[in-house]
RNA sequence: GCUCCCGUAGUGUAGUCCGGUCAAUCAUUCGGGCCUUUCGAGCCCGACACCCGGGUUCGAAUCCCGGCGGGAGCACCA
């Protein structure tokens, strides 16, 4: 793997921090953000904050009590550090303060417009009437925001950049906002709640934070940062930016996604549809190959969309040694075998083809009753196959014995056993079938790989093995 | 439309800052071969790229200008 590149002026120590919105899961999207923080704190040596950027935001976008520990555990999974754990919903008296004096420099104002008006003039470039307010009307308008005195939707708080800025994204933007909504963490207690970048300005200088890694939909983010740096006299910290990241085989958005889970589409978290890391995991994808798989990416401004093949080699590199092999047959067709040795009752199959000392398993072949695939056995009906491992049949519903040494013709896998097994397929189809007797020696959680059909992880519970396939 | 950013093979990526060592790296994918009691792994071979046009230069993927293409932002989201 090609090392990162060096970050610049790193002599005094490195503090970065991973700053998500608690409104879900973190999916295979967000680990650009996650895990870059994490390399570049490891590769200086550095600290990691943790910063829940829990303010209420828009109508579609909402904090939920649940995400907060979604996040901490698909973190933990991907092994990345974090160093101490910060909520923006308790540093509301931090952000109450310093808007303040900013009102009270003069350096923003109240603003009373509409929302559509607000967004007419920034487009035209004027400036409204509430940009002239007397310092003091403003602050005695922001005590009465803070008191409640305004609803939702009637009052901000605006920075005074320049209406008349070459981008527009920058004119007079708008620091706080009202939000009568409930926070899962604070309740009602706070009705003016900060933007990001305000909330950010001055919580990046506070907590001490040297680098800034941000996705490249945040640049803008930089230049109010250092504006108001600039205003407060505030050191400059450094800022870094990567591109967005995606599969190309997820082809929803986050909020659909949600919607989806909500409405019963899919399953939950876990949904291999969803790529939330907590679906990653319950595939048996490895947290270091979602590693190798993102870092491989590096820094750049490019937006990267992947094929999730990537994602598989990666993984297929850390799982295939250790996964043990099984036969699995859905949609099974039964058969009888006529001629087989009588003194043949059980068939040892190897647990690795390339590990030999790990053994065999065994499959118990005294009732002369094996299950093949419906697809395999369409195929190959009438001629004679490899039951793998075990001998050659002619195959049939009543299949004749042939004989046991290996020859050159085409190995089916089969089943010695009627253990019920679903396999989850990425998609969130589900393959029925049967698994052979040795899958009850499997534990729950383990990874295997079911011959010819891929790696998947096992899950045993009360209805049964299911198996959550990760790919071939 | 405005602001900013990016543009190396099917997909990603190295190289671009500090021009030659790049007839361009690595991974993945695809095709072929070997091996193999898996359509897996491994090994070998092959395929495909510097967006276009000018300029600077002895020499440009690398620097400059202009196009074209793509992305992000222009939210009282993060």
Redesign the pocket.
Known sequence: M?EL?DLPNVEDGVVMRL???PSGALHIGHTRMALLNDEYVKKYDGKLLLVF?????????VPVAEAYDLIREGLDWLGVDCHEVIY?SDRMHIFYEWGEKLLKGGHAYV?????E???AH??RGEECEHRNTPVNDNVEKWFRMLDGYFG?????VRLKTDMKH??????D??LF???NRVHPRTGDRFKV?????F?WAIDDHLLGVTHILR???????DEMEKYLWDIFGLPHREFV?Y??LRL?EMKLSKSKMSREIERGVYSGVHDPRTWTLQSLMRRGIDPQAVRNFTL????????????A??L???N??LI??RAN?YFFVPDPVEIHLAGKPDDLDVVH?PL???VEERGTRSLDVSRGVVFVAK??FDAHAGKEV?????CNVVLGEQAQFKS?E?KDIS???WSDAEVPVRVVMPDGSVLEGFGESGLEGVSSGEVI?F????FARIEKGVGGITAYFAH?
Request: proline share 7%; glycine share 8%; aromatic share 6%.
């Open positions: 090609t590149p700053a998500p919105y950027d829990d303010t209420i935001g828009s109508k579609e976008k923006k603003c009373e417009c509409p929302a008006v607000l967004r920034r487009e939702e939707g009637e009052v901000v070459p981008n527009p994204a920058f004119r933007r708008v906002r009202i939000r709640w900060p933007l990001l970048e909330s996705g490249k939909d945040l640049v803008i983010e930016h591109g967005m190309k491989g990416f590096g820094v750049s401004l490019t937006d990267v969309e992947v094929a093949d990537n598989y080699a990666e297929r590199k295939d040694g092999r199959a690795h083809p390339d697809e395999d490899r039951l793998k491992d075990f046991l290996v190995k089916i896998q790989q011959e010819r059909i891929g071939r």
